[in-house]
């Protein structure tokens, strides 16, 4: 069954950068028909797509993050990552990595999320 | 960018009713369009991709249909596990989206 889990710190200040990894067990992040993604909820909220990573390390990004998310996969650890540079507290939000199916576009295995939250 | 939108906002409701759920896109995702369920501090679950096509271990009372920009998720039979909030997911050109969101009430 596969697993995926979400690390990073949970507090973050204004205009620093918010570092996540998302570990994934029971199945290979090497895998070309999959990309792995990041979606964001603030509180109370809905769910706001952040990006897509292809396990060759070619990234698709929201176009309104885009100038401020940079992502990366390690095949060898099994983890991908997100870097969100100059944050504000619009950014605070529980943060969910999952899988995408290629083929058919949607996402089918996700993380149980980690809330961040950017305060001074 | 395609923008979606879903009606209702939120939706009151009372187990055994038959309750639809409409997402609209401002431009054509056919078939690229998926529904979750999502209950309060858990992530969202699939139920159905490619607009009709039921996820596995989704219960059959659950069903999508639709095509183009207007697209339904439709529960034949309400009940107490489905009062969650329900989003649609669009894909286009590298590009994925999601909507804002139905609430489905007692």
């Known amino acids: 069954q596969l697993q995926l889990q979400e690390s990073g710190p949970g507090l973050v200040k204004p205009s620093e950068t918010l570092s996540l990894t998302c570990t994934v067990s029971?199945?290979?992040?090497?895998?070309?028909?999959?990309?792995w993604g990041w979606i964001r909820q603030p509180p109370g909220k809905g769910l706001e797509w952040i990006g897509n990573?292809?396990?060759?390390?070619?990234?698709y990004y929201n176009p309104s993050l885009k100038s401020r998310v940079t992502m990366s996969v390690d095949t060898s650890k099994n983890q991908f990552s997100l870097r969100l540079n100059f944050v504000t507290a619009a950014d605070t939000a529980v943060y969910y990595c999952?899988?995408?199916?290629?083929?058919?576009?949607?996402?089918?295995?996700w993380g149980p999320g980690t809330l961040v939250t950017v305060s001074s | 960018d395609i923008q979606m939108t879903q009606s209702p906002s939120t939706l009151s409701a009372s187990i055994g009713d038959r309750v639809t759920i409409t997402c609209r896109a401002s431009?054509?995702?056919?078939?690229?369009l998926a529904w979750y369920q999502q209950k309060p501090g858990k992530a969202p679950k699939l139920l159905i991709y490619?607009?009709?096509t039921l996820q596995n271990g989704v219960p059959s009372r659950f069903s999508g249909s639709g095509s183009g920009t207007e697209f339904t998720l439709t529960i034949s039979s309400l009940q107490p596990d489905d009062f969650a909030t329900y989003y649609c997911?669009?894909?286009?050109?590298?590009?994925?989206?999601f909507g804002p969101g139905t609430k489905v009430e007692i």
């Open positions: 997911q669009q894909y286009d050109n590298y590009i994925w989206t």
């Open positions: 431009q054509s995702v056919s078939p690229w």
């Open positions: 490619k607009a009709s």
């Open positions: 029971g199945g290979s992040i090497y895998s070309s028909d999959h990309y």
């Open positions: 999952a899988r995408n199916i290629e083929v058919t576009t949607n996402f089918d295995y």
């Open positions: 990573i292809y396990y060759s390390g070619i990234p």
